[in-house]
């Protein structure tokens, strides 16, 4: 509802200001794109809930932007938009609702659905960076990555926080956030959306009156966070003045935004670089998502009907080649590297992508901080890491995964389980070269433009993958007692042993998920009747706000020598620049008898290690494999049961590699100078 009181503004010279408002002296310029409207008032509140404001009419210039200048700063109040355009028109959504604007960089908002939310105008005063900028390397190689959701790293009581707002317990923390990095050793992580999104959806199987029915999600929660509402806007539920309850208003303070820098700060201290999980592709489908309501014509891809296009298979697809859809990406991740020090990104769906844009980020990322990190997910819509290996960008290697571990544990199973599926020996042997163009099932033109994974945070954990694959039924039972899952049997615990030391002895960026270093289960925790599948192994567990998700830092003790196995296999790599930057005519392998046995040789000489390493990787389940040594003596440092950095001890001429099993070994290198 708007105010009785009609105030004017000026609407002209106003073409050199951003979208968005900007403060200038005692001034304030407010510029809205929304081209199909006919009419648009600025309305400024005193306080968030207010319902009536003071409304100032807008004017639209020839480019289809709503824009007026007030002689007033309006510091620490809200405004919202009133909208009003063609009735019958499909291509523009109309709402009774006011609508924050598109450029927000701070939010308050509602705890439900809808989010009602409002732009608050504030006062950014300096922060304190102790003079931290950036911590990204050089060569993205020399990354070993945590894939991680911010608040399943302190949630759970084994954490040990003082619990004071997610940000903060990161920092905090005595077992989970920073503290647990560090501790195993990592140099990067990436979070799970931090943008502010829609964490609310409709209540389940109830009627809404915008006429939507959520028959989908009985938790109507959207813990994850890939519903982006606002892309400059810090995610406010984890401030330490945020609360979840249904109904409540947060964001009404800075703390998010100060909490966030503080916390990156901190990691930056500890040499953890900070990469970013970004929803570009598409769109929060049920809040009041400004771009829908501004200029969704613009915005999103739509049919001839008007209705979204979803090849993202999200809801809807942004339209990523439309001007102002390029300029809101561009000028948030512009944002994000100047004003919170973000080291790097990694592009949700990717492949909706245009060509252009992919450039344009890349361009205006590396002004700002040429060690940028940018990683594509580079599927939804069109499958093409090869194309952004070309503009020279990293990619999820979904390649590399389905290799390895494979793409179902029930029906198609990768080398770990001493099954090669579609892959033959040059295909493995490829992927661990770094998956290059040149071989077999090749996609990129460096190693640099891979990164490898076994688990993210879609689909099984690789613990319930291995779980399932050994066990079938695993998929369908209900277990009572977490613990009885948890802790791997023996060949359970062999070939996450092995699948981790495949990872870390390929070429290219390691990427690990919260959790994977003691094969973590996630065991579906629901409230009585509200989910069928209580009991099971959750392989889509986006909507769980509940300890199916939260890291329980008490079970690293079920399975602690997987976890002591990580640890080590970080360090080693981290020390031993050949193992991951090596180039690939220093990688030759050896010819054996079995497929599944992997055995190859890397020289040091170009990535400045000190030792040339000899890597083999038994696959066989049912018997072990003698390797024949190079000429000399050579220290093992991992073998079926350890792994560090240390020599574990000396041999020369063989050694056997037990099955499901694999040992790497390295030797002084020796100078021709």
Not at 7 to 25: R, W
């Amino acid at each position: 509802m708007e105010s009785e009181i009609q105030n004017e503004c000026m609407v002209t010279g106003l073409e050199e200001f951003p979208l968005g408002y900007t403060i200038k002296g005692n001034q304030t310029v407010f510029r809205l794109f929304a081209p199909k409207a006919t009419s648009v008032k600025l309305v400024i509140y005193d306080q968030y809930e207010d319902e009536l404001g003071l409304a100032f009419p807008l004017e639209i210039n020839e480019e289809g932007i709503w824009e007026g200048l007030i002689q007033d700063t309006f510091y620490n109040k809200w405004y919202a938009y009133k909208i009003e355009g063609p009735e019958d028109d499909p291509y523009f959504m109309t709402s009774n609702h006011p609508i924050a604007d598109p450029r927000s960089r701070h939010v308050t908002s509602t705890n439900h659905h809808l989010q009602f939310p409002k732009t608050k105008i504030t006062e950014s005063g300096p922060f304190n960076w102790e003079g931290d900028t950036f911590t990204a390397p050089e060569d993205p190689r020399d990354l070993v990555i945590y894939e991680a959701h911010i608040k399943d790293m302190v949630a759970h009581s084994s954490a040990k926080t003082y619990v004071n707002g997610i940000y903060n317990d990161f920092r905090e923390a005595e077992v989970g956030g920073i503290a647990h990095l560090k501790k195993l050793g990592v140099n990067a992580v990436e979070f799970l959306p931090l943008q502010k999104f829609a964490y609310f959806e409709p209540p389940f199987n109830e009627d809404t009156p915008e006429g939507i029915k959520n028959t989908w999600n009985p938790y109507a929660r959207n813990y994850w966070g890939y519903m982006t509402s606002f892309f400059f806007a810090p995610e406010t539920m984890y401030a330490s003045d945020a609360n979840l309850q249904p109904g409540s208003v947060i964001g009404g303070s800075q703390n998010a935004e100060f909490e966030l820098k503080n916390l990156v700060k901190e990691l930056h201290k500890e040499g953890i670089s900070v990469i970013m999980d970004v929803v570009y592709n598409h769109a929060s489908h049920y809040d009041l998502n400004p771009l829908k309501y501004t200029a969704k014509d613009h915005y999103f891809r739509l049919d001839e009907a008007g209705n979204f296009l979803n090849d993202s298979w999200t809801g809807n697809d942004i339209n990523t080649s439309a001007y102002y859809a390029r300029d809101i990406i561009l000028e948030s991740v512009k944002h994000w590297i100047t004003e919170y020090h973000i080291d790097g990104f990694r592009f949700d769906l990717a492949g909706i992508f245009d060509w252009e844009t992919v450039d344009m980020i890349k361009e205006e990322a590396k002004k700002l901080n040429p060690n940028t990190i940018l990683i594509a997910e580079p599927w939804g819509g069109d499958y093409k890491p090869e194309g952004f290996s070309d503009r020279g960008w990293a990619s999820w290697n979904d390649r590399f995964r389905n290799g390895f571990k494979g793409y179902n544990p029930t029906e198609n199973k990768g080398l770990i389980f001493g099954q090669l599926g579609s892959n033959s020996r040059y295909g493995i042997e490829n992927l661990i070269r770094g998956t290059l163009k040149f071989g077999e099932h090749g996609l990129f033109n460096h190693s640099a433009h891979t990164v490898n994974y076994l688990e993210s945070h879609d689909g099984y954990t690789l613990g319930d993958y291995i779980r399932i694959a050994l066990n079938k039924e695993n998929a369908q039972k209900t277990f009572s007692d977490k613990a009885s899952i948890s802790v791997l049997s023996g060949q359970e615990r062999k070939i996450a042993k092995l699948a981790a030391l495949t990872l870390f002895v390929s070429q290219g960026i390691t990427m690990i998920h919260a959790g994977q270093e003691w094969a973590r289960s996630k065991l579906i925790i629901a409230p009585q009747n509200l989910d069928p599948k209580k009991g099971r192994l959750d392989k889509d567990s986006y909507n769980k706000d509940n300890q199916t998700n939260w890291l329980n830092f008490n079970e690293i003790d079920l399975n602690r020598d997987l976890y002591e196995y990580y640890k080590g296999l970080i360090k080693l790599r981290l020390n031993s620049p050949a193992l991951r930057k090596a180039q690939p005519d220093e990688i030759n392998f050896k010819v054996y008898d079995s497929p599944l046995h992997i055995t190859f040789s890397i020289d040091g000489k170009s990535s400045g290690d000190m030792y040339d390493y000899f890597v083999s990787l038994n696959a066989n389940t049912g018997h072990a494999h003698e390797i024949i040594l190079p000429e000399g003596y050579w220290e093992i440092v991992v073998n079926a049961s350890k792994s560090g950095y240390k020599t574990i001890k000396s041999t020369h001429q063989s050694l056997s590699v037990p099955a499901s099993s694999g040992v790497v070994l390295r030797k002084l290198r020796v100078s021709n100078a």
